[in-house]
């Protein structure tokens, strides 16, 4: 089992590159990377308002598998 570690801030000079942006006009707060392979069964998603977390999923690009073949 995959046991994802907890999300992380993003630090200041992140937020001054826009390292935290998710869309053309929304950011996330903090960040969890997950390694190749991994399924996440319950993501964190933020426990406060204006709090997001984002997921980054790291993937092996000559071996996709796509998400949705994990449910």
């Known amino acids: ?9 993003f630090t200041e000079e992140e937020w001054q590159h826009s390292k935290n942006k998710t869309t053309c006009q929304s950011y996330a707060s903090a960040l969890i990377e997950h390694p190749i392979g991994a399924i996440i069964k319950y993501p964190e998603s ?9 997921h980054h999923f790291h993937i092996n690009p000559k071996n996709f598998i796509h998400p949705k073949e994990n449910i």
């Open 1 to 9: 089992n995959y046991y994802p570690p907890p999300a992380r801030l």
């Open 46 to 54: 933020g426990s406060q308002p204006k709090y997001s977390v984002t």
